[in-house]
C-alpha cells in the first residue's frame, strides 16, 4: 500500500487482517516511526487493536523505503491524497503520478498497479503512458476506495460493492480472487472499464453531496415556513427510491471527499465540455451554508460579539475521526475570533493544529471546562457524548443559549428546561 493515510492504512490493515502479507510505505517518516512504535497516527475505532493483531502475526509492516517494498510486491495499491490544486478546482495528481514514476524505477518483475486514491478519469491512460517503457510489466486497474471515515474498518469488510476497472480481463480474476473474503460474505464484485470505475467513485460522491445540499436548502425553507425538516427527511426517506440516507439537515458537507470531489467531478467535465450544472450549483450552496450558519450566530447573540464566550461542542467534519479536512469549524470558528469573541471548543479526538494560533480560540478537554461560562454552546458535530447533556448542570447562574446544528435535542425539551434553543430546519429554529 503505497500512502499510509486514512484509506492506506485501513485497506492495508485489513487486507492483512483477511490473510495477506501486507506492507504499508509512506513517505512520512513520523506517521511510520509511530506504527512502527504501536502507536496509531490516525483515530479510527477499531484500528489499533487490528494493527496490533496483524503486526504481532507478522502480515503487516510498516516502512519509508518504497524501493523495497515495491521489489517485494505483486500487487501495488496506490492510495495516496488526491487533493484540489490551490486557486483551482482541478485535482492535483502530482503525488499519484510520483507514485507511478517510484513504481516503473524498482519494478523488474510483473506488477499489478491498483489506484484506490480517487481520480479523474483517465488517470489510469495516464499512469499507463508513465510506464510505457517497461508496459509489459504492468497491468493498471481502478478499484476506488467507498469506505467512509469512523466507519472504515466495517466498511471494508462489507463493502455495498467492489468496484474493479480495467481494460484486460485477467485483471478481473486476479482482484476477484484478491477480494473472495469479502463477495464470500454477499458484497458485490462489479467489473466495468477503468474509466468506468474512476467515474462511478466521483458520481457517488457527488450524488451524496447533492443529497445532503438539497435537504440542507430545505431546512432553510421548513424554517421559514414553520415545518420540521424530520418529518421531510422521513417522509420523504421512506420511499424506497429516495432512501432515507444522506437525508439529515445540518452544516455544510464537509471531510476530505465531498468538497474536493464534487470541484474534481465539474474540473474533469470541463475537459469534456460538458457542463455539469447540478453539481456546480451543489458545491455553490454548500458554500453559502457555511456563511448563512455563521452570521446565524449574529442573530443569536446580535451582531457585537466582542468578549461573547462561544463553545463548540466538536470540531470535526463528523464523529469518530480526527480528520478536519474542510470542517465548518475551519471557517466558522476563525470568523467569530477575529469578530472578537472568546472561542472554546472541545473535540473528543483531541486538540486541533489548525486553531493554534488563532487569537481567542481556546481548546478544553472536557465538556464540563468547555461549556462552563458560556453565552453560547454550538453543538457541531454528533459525538455520542453530546448526545445527553445536561446544559443548566453545567453552566449555572448564567444566561445561555445553545444552537444546535444536528438537531440533537429535543426543542420541546429544551423549551420546557427553559434553554433558549436554535436548531436546524425546524419551525422554531428563528
Ligand atoms: N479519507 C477517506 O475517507 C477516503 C475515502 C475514499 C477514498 N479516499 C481517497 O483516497 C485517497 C487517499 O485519501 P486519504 O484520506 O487516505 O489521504 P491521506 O492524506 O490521509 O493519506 C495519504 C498518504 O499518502 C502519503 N504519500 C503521499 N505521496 C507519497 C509517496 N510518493 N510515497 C509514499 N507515501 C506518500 C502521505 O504522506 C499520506 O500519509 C484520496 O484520493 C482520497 O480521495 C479517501
Known sequence: MIGTGYVGLVSGVCFADIGNQVVCVDKDKKKIDKLNAGV???????LSELIKKNFLAKRLSFTTNIDKAISKSDIIFICVGTPTKKGSIKVDLSFVYKCAKEILKCSKRKKIIVTKSTVPIGTGDEIEKIFKKK???????????????????????YPDRIVIGSNEKKAFNIMKKLYIPLTNKGSKFFTTSRKGAELIKYASNAFLATKITFINELANLCEKSGVNIEDISLGMGSDRRIGGRFLRAGPAYGGSCFPKDTKGLVSAADKYKINLSV????????????NLLTHRVHKILGLNIKNKKISFLGVTFKPNTDDMRDSTSLKMIPYLCKKGAKVYYYDPSGEKKEFKKIKNCYYRNNINSNCIDSDLVILLTEWDEFKSIDFKKIIKNRKFKVYDLRNLYSAEEMKKNKIKYYSVGRPNTN
Open 40 to 46: 496509531t497516527p490516525i483515530y479510527e475505532p477499531g
Open 135 to 157: 508496459k509489459k510489466l504492468f497491468t493498471v486497474i481502478s478499484n476506488p476506495e467507498f469506505l467512509r471515515e469512523g466507519e472504515a474498518i466495517r466498511d471494508f469488510r
Open 279 to 290: 453539481v456546480k450549483s451543489v458545491i455553490k450552496s454548500n458554500q453559502d451554508r457555511i
